[in-house]
């Protein structure tokens, strides 16, 4: 097609050239842009559900710009602005937290039941490619949402009563976490693959973003009604906003890696990806944290919620990583080593799973040691948090590998899938924390008694970390204590993990 | 070198083997059907062949390379239609076939002439500003071949492509396909439909829970079938009159009489007869028994106006090598 002008066309002809150049530019820009962003966009245009959202959205909008304007148009200084910026907030977060979340869940899960999903692999776009259009392509009608409601905003800051930080804290803060609830959401959607599994997910998918939805906006309504009444962005303030940024965008890189891995094809090195990102996630947050404990002259606050809560993390996400399906597709094979822990497969998924959990119980622990003067005092407190670090992460490895011991020895396959060994864990979890104190109040113990407590998880962490003056060490559990459960933990996972090389081998060998 | 060669397929889910030892080969330009009951393996074979599951065993060749180490490289040859549309909805028909062609990485230009020639093609010129959800299954099916299409593939599995399609939609579907086999292309048919296979491909492949029961020409199967039989079909027709009632049941008694009678039955004026010959026994043997009958006929005065012996089709030939076992 010319995009020039022929020297014989006349003036009259010179608008339509311009016009096919432009068109040209726009055909050689849309052919850049990802095919999912192009088709979704123009298939979400077309919905009725977004013009009633848009439009309830807009009208929502004005009316309650009218009430601002009479309300405040015969006072001389009106400090309304935050009531009415939170009152649009919650109109977008309607939107925002609510229905593109809950559309882009929709959109995936409907392409896998309708196996339009294969359709699209087999083009050679690649689930990553894929996910991330559909991802894109909500965002942007995200955006087109926002740009209704950004008027409104600002004109809220005009009332008074609300200052720009705040303004974009909330909406710095509302942003990520739209995009974290879409990921999830689009991670929800790779979930199941049977009618009721699908079901359930969807029931839950809903009630999370319910109850979700609610938190958010009570967060935003301490946040724009707290400022100036008390509530300042002091050092903890920013320091938990960094913290929630930081797991928001962290966490959601995860699952959306974690939903690439759930539809790629078996041939494919699925878990590559999410495995890289879940260790650089673990390196990056270890590498924050000890930045924070440093800025907080060696705080051992942060070595404490940092070794919990991170090694909490890991056991969900190993939960996920070790119940991968047994071997790897024969492509894979030939270039796998016993240490290739990012290739598919349960057996290396664990031995990832057991060296993070470990390995963050010493770095934490390492940390907690070089935290605050050695005293009396000191000691007594690192040796009891080191050991309920190091203790939870030992439950967690015992009770994952029991969970893969239950589900994979036996010789019926019945209970191997992924959900059955996720299922199990938790039933596992569940009992080892429940029955021992029933057991040892049946007994005339105390619920709590260290011994018949020893392998639960619950109770025997909180034991480990808890004080006790008339033992030697001031601690309720001995290291020996410990030891055991050190040596029980190492004889599950070393049975655990010559369970999963066999089936492995068995896999390959059919 | 054949196009694609599948050598000892094999696939377990658990204990179930869904797909056992299956064994066969396919030339450009040809059509093969694959035949087999609910159950039997089709889906699982074609979703190997399609590069959306692994074998557990075995190998398949696409142009001599293989397609299970190296899927990738295979997807470009192959053009997938499994047996739902897979149509979204809020799409017209261009932009649906659009957005496949830039799936597949076509660009400005090209991706329009591409667009232009497979909607030419299928006969959807007329409908490309329709809704794909406003489309007739004839018509949606042929979005999806359509789709199948844009990125010019060597090998087409299509599965069950006239199941629920109307017989005009049917006959435009079978000319279709027959047209793209005289453009070089080797497409694989799995279908329940067997007078429509019969009438569309070269060869077939039988299977039955998960194992190749029977494999070769039509031709060849039909014939296979039918000496392993035994059992030949004859169709006798009266010609209708004031008596014609009278007339068959005397008819039916006198074939009833007759030697290597089977059965027979009545449909409306004409007379099905089933002969069982001896074991061994030929066409020349079962056509000396067909004269007997219309000798016999004859002898009686009956006013038989067409005695033809009934042809097997794959139908037949399915239900003899088959027995209607589910893995």
């Not at chain 1, 609610?214 to 009444?229: H, K, M, S, W, Y």
């Not at chain 1, 440093?294 to 940092?306: G, I, M, T």
């Not at chain 2, 330009?29 to 074979?45: C, H, V």
């Amino acid at each position: 097609m010319s995009t020039q002008a022929s020297p014989a066309s006349g003036a009259s002809e010179s608008v339509p050239v311009t016009a096919a150049g432009a068109s040209d530019r726009w055909e050689r820009w849309g052919d850049r842009l990802n095919p999912l962003v192009v088709k979704e966009v123009r298939q979400g245009l077309r919905t009725r559900i977004f013009w009633v959202s848009f439009g309830l959205l807009l009208f929502a909008c004005l009316v309650l710009s009218l009430v601002a304007y009479a309300d405040t148009q015969g006072a001389s200084y009106s400090r309304e602005g935050r009531t009415y910026f939170f009152s649009f907030f919650v109109c977008l977060g309607v939107v925002h937290f609510g229905v593109i979340p809950f559309n882009a869940y929709r959109s995936l899960a409907r392409e896998r039941e309708d196996e339009t999903w294969v359709l699209l692999l087999l083009t050679g776009l690649g689930p990553r490619r894929i996910l991330r259009g559909k991802v894109a392509s909500f965002l942007v009608q995200a955006a087109l949402y926002a740009s209704a409601v950004g008027p409104f905003l600002l004109f809220s800051y005009f009332l008074n009563g609300i200052d720009l930080p705040t303004i974009l804290v909330v909406l710095l803060l509302g942003g990520v976490w739209m995009v974290f609830l879409t990921l999830a959401s689009v991670c929800a959607a790779t979930l199941a693959d049977g009618r009721m599994g699908r079901a359930a997910v969807r029931f839950a998918l809903v009630g999370v973003l319910a109850v979700t939805f609610f938190q958010a906006l009570t967060f935003v309504f301490i946040i724009t009604q707290g400022r100036g009444t008390g509530f300042t962005f002091d050092q903890t303030f920013l320091l938990g906003v960094g913290v929630g940024l930081w797991l928001m965008l962290t966490d959601g890189w995860l699952l959306f890696e974690a939903s690439v891995a759930r539809l790629s094809l078996m041939t494919e090195n699925y878990t590559r990806h999410p495995r890289r990102a879940l260790v650089v996630q673990v390196l990056l947050t270890f590498t924050g944290t000890v930045a924070v404990w440093w800025y907080l002259d060696f705080h051992k606050d942060v070595a404490d919620v940092a070794g919990i809560f991170g090694t909490m993390h890991l056991i969900g996400t190993g939960l996920f990583t070790m119940s991968d399906v047994d071997g790897q597709a024969r492509p894979l094979r030939a270039g796998t080593r016993p240490w290739s822990l990012f290739k598919p497969g349960a057996l290396r998924g664990f031995r990832l799973t057991v060296l993070l959990l470990l390995g963050w119980a010493l770095g934490c622990s390492v940390l907690l040691a070089m935290s605050g003067e050695a005293t009396l005092d000191w000691v007594r407190n690192w040796s009891r948090m080191g050991m309920a670090f190091t203790a939870m992460a030992l439950y967690g490895v015992l009770f994952l590998s029991l969970a893969l011991l239950l589900g994979r020895m036996p010789a019926s396959d019945r209970f191997a899938s992924p959900v059955s060994v996720r299922l199990l864990f938790v039933a596992l979890t569940t009992l080892a924390s429940g029955l021992p104190p029933l057991v040892a109040v049946f007994l005339g113990l105390e619920s709590g008694d260290p011994l018949l407590n020893l392998l639960n998880p619950l109770v025997g962490t909180v034991n480990f970390g808890r004080y006790d003056y008339d033992e030697p060490y001031g601690t309720r559990m001995t290291p020996e204590l410990l030891l055991c459960v050190a040596l029980v933990t190492l004889l599950a996972a070393f049975a655990a993990d010559r369970v999963l090389a066999e089936r492995e081998r068995r896999a390959h060998a059919s | 070198m054949s196009l694609l060669e599948v050598k000892g397929l094999r696939r377990d889910y658990g204990a179930l083997r869904a797909v056992d030892d299956v064994t066969f080969s396919l030339e450009a330009g040809g059509i093969l059907g694959f035949i087999g009951p609910n159950g039997a393996g089709k889906s699982t074979t074609l979703r190997i062949l399609a590069t959306l599951d692994v074998p557990t065993a075995g190998e398949v060749l696409l142009e001599g390379r293989s397609l299970v180490d190296a899927p990738d490289k295979a997807r470009p040859l192959l053009g997938y239609m499994p047996d739902r549309y897979g149509t979204y909805d809020d799409v017209t028909v261009r932009e649906f076939l659009d957005f496949f062609a830039r799936a597949y990485g076509l660009k400005g230009v090209q991706r329009r002439q591409r667009v232009d020639s497979v909607m030419e093609f299928t006969g959807l010129g007329p409908l490309s500003g329709k809704l794909t959800t406003e489309l007739s299954k004839g018509m949606r099916q042929r979005v999806a071949l359509g789709r199948t299409l844009l990125h010019d593939p060597r090998l087409l599995l299509l599965d069950e492509p006239a199941d629920g399609l109307d017989p005009r939609a049917r006959i435009e579907l079978r000319e279709l396909l027959r047209a793209l086999a005289d453009q070089g292309k080797a497409v694989i048919i799995s279908s329940h439909i067997l007078t429509e296979l019969a009438e569309i491909c070269d060869s077939c492949v039988i299977i039955e829970q998960g194992r190749l029961l029977a494999q070769g020409r039509v031709e060849d199967l039909l014939r296979a079938s039918g000496d392993a039989s035994q059992v030949t079909e004859l169709v006798v027709r009266l010609a209708a009159g004031a008596e014609g009632e009278l007339m068959g049941a005397r008819a039916e008694r006198t074939l009833l009489e007759q030697p290597h009678v089977k059965d027979v039955t009545r449909e409306g004026s004409a007379l099905r007869v089933r002969l069982e010959l001896e074991p061994g026994a030929g066409p020349m043997e079962a056509e000396a028994a067909a004269a007997v009958l219309l000798a016999a006929l004859v002898a009686q005065g009956l006013p038989v106006c067409a005695f033809t012996p009934r042809e097997r089709n794959l139908e037949d030939a399915f239900m003899t090598v088959t027995k209607g076992r589910v893995a």
